[in-house]
């Protein structure tokens, strides 16, 4: 109102405001929803790396640099869908899912590599799109739809690789005809040498770092970021001015199923051998890594790099709790303790950010 | 896409793609209109135009059919009776997008803001800036945060940041955020659906003041309220609604502010409620002496 009553004083300002300066510097920093995650990320790496001397050795990183890299790509997908306003409880299966029809195509049917891979990938899409259309047309919660994929696609994962391989796992992919060029693609990796350890990154690692920052431009610096922040943040107001809701909803359930996709495959090919059981209960990880990130539950908010710090916590508190010796059992309660105050500070952040300045 | 000139050039689109009509031209004319969901009539036999540079005020009380009528204006419902004419055509929309597409704008009641999201960003929801070819195709987020805060200076907000997340400006600033966008973005025709419904005396004032400034720009608006005295002073023509059919179309000249005020509120009604306020409270009370000055008044 303020505004309002000064603009009529002086209709003309300069184009440099002064007003300006108070704003902006740290504070626009601080506004951002990844902070929360940063700060604790730095604190949570201090405090391992200063209590157990495993955890900074170039071979103690590399295993928490493996788990954070495979949960990140998740996390950063369920990310995306969490700020435009939706679950995806399938994620984890999903995983599972696309491990098991390209490992079962090259070792039991000896499908070309590539076809294989592609096959698991034109059905990552259509489980994805089923979401996307049962979610928007049903207009039911994402949360209920997708748990009713989830157990599909859990029973299915058992149910059927028993009838084709009379087992509940894929093994000996290391022997099937092309594994070698799937390999180069998602399962090498490269050794460095740091004073008598080695540091070993693995293919997902650059897939993570890859897909958080195509994720970060989209979200930032592009026309469908701004609907999936639209969609998520007010779905009615989107839709009037012009945002293809339907679209872009159906664009992030296909996302999160392509990194289901990207994920089963880093897996398959990086170990040779996948369960039916991959990737289950992993679904409410990623969603704990995208709101310890800084997004909201209830959608319109909330960071992709922030999602990748948020696993990249989950790594680091995973293997950390084994190299102080603790039991791992543990690991549970901190991540609920986390995912709680993670959703606390995100509230006290979206009311300051609504907050008339 | 969306990505209709207007986005591209964006020096160019403050004249409008196909630029307004001259004055007094009718762009939408809706002769006996009416909508029916199944067995239900939410609106019948509504005639009335929006011309170039004037304003139509939609008058009726709540459950009048107003929404009904400007969702059919807006592409979001479709008639099931009557003509819906624009620019003298017959059309038949099927989405806010073809209205859009014709130059026909709705601000809503919830203004469709987005208020996490910062002001330019919601400026431009929908019909975002880009720049660059193919992958590299982004949003152009300097020209759009200045073509922001000078179209709001034009409509005389002076906007400290247009970074800050749209709910932390005022009711009327954020009213003043979707005429402009819709101003900017090539509106012949504006709909504005109780602009002033949720505000005070003062930010009630400023909206006129836009109305008016949107109306000598050349624009049709079609401005909807429940309150008389809110229309009369920047109204060209009015269209009274009143359980879903139209009172009648009326030009300036033809109805006083009184004549409004009272067939707005139904003559006899008015007295059936004064007769009921001063047995209820007695014929002494202030409320029903004002109550019975007004019946009288008309």
């Known amino acids: 109102m303020s505004t309002t009553t000064s603009a009529q004083s002086k209709p003309e300002t300069p184009p440099t405001d002064e007003r300006l300066a108070s704003s902006h510097g740290m504070a626009s920093i601080l506004r951002r929803p990844e902070v929360g995650a940063l700060v604790a990320a730095i604190a949570i790496f201090l405090f391992f790396a200063l209590t157990t001397e495993a955890f900074t050795r170039a071979s103690g990183a590399s295993t928490w640099i493996l788990t954070s890299s495979t949960v990140g790509i998740m996390a950063v997908a369920v990310s995306l869908l969490m700020i435009g306003g939706e679950f995806d409880l399938s994620a984890g299966a999903m995983w599972g899912t696309t491990g098991l029809t390209t490992g079962i195509l090259m070792t039991e049917y000896e499908l070309n590599v590539w076809l294989a891979i592609l096959a698991s990938l034109v059905l990552a899409i259509i489980i994805g799109v089923l979401n996307g259309l049962l979610v928007m047309r049903t207009g039911l919660p994402s949360f209920i739809v997708t748990l009713g994929t989830f157990f599909v696609l859990q029973g299915l994962n058992l149910g059927v690789t028993k009838i084709l391989i009379n087992q509940v796992s894929v093994t000996g992919l290391q022997d099937a005809p092309g594994y070698v060029q799937g390999q180069q693609l998602f399962g090498s990796f490269v050794k460095l040498d740091l004073g008598g350890s080695t540091l070993t990154i693995y293919a997902v690692t650059f897939w993570w770092v890859a897909v958080t920052a195509v994720a970060t431009w989209v979200l930032l610096r592009t026309r469908a970021g701004n609907w999936i922040f639209a969609v998520g943040g007010a779905q009615t107001s989107a839709r009037q001015v012009g945002v293809p809701v339907f679209r872009t909803k159906i664009g992030l359930f296909v996302t999160t199923s392509l990194a289901g996709w990207l994920v089963g495959m880093l897996g398959l090919f990086k170990t040779t051998t996948v369960q039916s059981v991959t990737g289950v209960g992993q679904e409410f990880i990623f969603i704990i890594c995208a709101v310890v990130g800084g997004c909201l539950l209830t959608g319109g908010y909330g960071s992709a790099v922030g999602a990748a710090l948020g696993a990249l916590i989950f790594g680091m508190v995973g293997q950390g709790i084994v190299y102080e010796g603790w039991d791992s059992d543990w690991l549970f309660a901190i991540l609920g303790v986390m995912l709680l105050g993670a959703v606390l500070v995100n509230n006290f952040v979206k009311s300051r950010a609504e907050a008339v300045r | ?298």
């Open chain 2, 1 to 298: 896409m969306s990505s209709k000139g207007t986005a591209d050039t964006p020096s160019e689109a403050d004249h409008g793609s196909p630029g307004p009509p001259p004055a007094g031209e009718a762009v939408i004319e809706v002769r006996d209109i009416g909508k029916s969901y199944g067995s239900v009539i939410a609106l019948r036999d509504v005639t009335t135009s929006v011309r170039a540079g004037q304003v139509t005020c939609v008058l009726g009380d709540n459950g009048a059919g107003k929404s009904t009528f400007i969702k059919i204006l807006a592409g979001a419902h479709q008639h099931t009776s009557g003509e819906f004419l624009v620019d003298g055509e017959p059309q038949r929309m099927s989405s806010p997008r073809d209205a859009l597409s014709m130059g026909i704008a709705t601000v809503y009641q919830d203004l469709a803001v987005v208020s996490l999201m910062p002001v330019w960003r919601n400026f431009f929801l929908g019909s975002e800036v880009t720049k660059g070819v193919g992958p590299l195709r982004r949003l152009d987020t300097a020209a759009m945060k200045s073509i922001t805060k000078s179209e709001m200076q034009a409509m005389g907000i002076d906007l400290r940041d247009v970074d800050q997340p749209i709910g932390t400006l005022s009711g009327g600033e954020r009213q003043c955020v979707a005429i402009a966008r819709a101003v900017y973005f090539g509106a012949r025709v504006l709909i504005l659906d109780e602009p002033t419904a949720a505000l005070g005396v003062r930010q009630s004032g400023v909206v006129l003041k836009y109305i008016a400034k949107a109306r000598d720009r050349g624009l049709g608006v079609v401005f909807i309220t429940h309150n008389p005295h809110h229309a009369f002073p920047v109204g060209d023509r009015f269209m009274l609604l009143r359980r879903g059919r139209s009172m009648g179309d009326f030009a300036k000249d033809e109805v006083s502010q009184d004549e409004l005020v009272n067939m707005m509120a139904g003559g006899s009604e008015l007295a059936e409620i004064s007769s009921e306020l001063s047995s209820d409270m007695g014929p002494a009370s202030p409320v029903a002496k004002q109550m019975e000055a007004d019946v009288q008044h008309k």
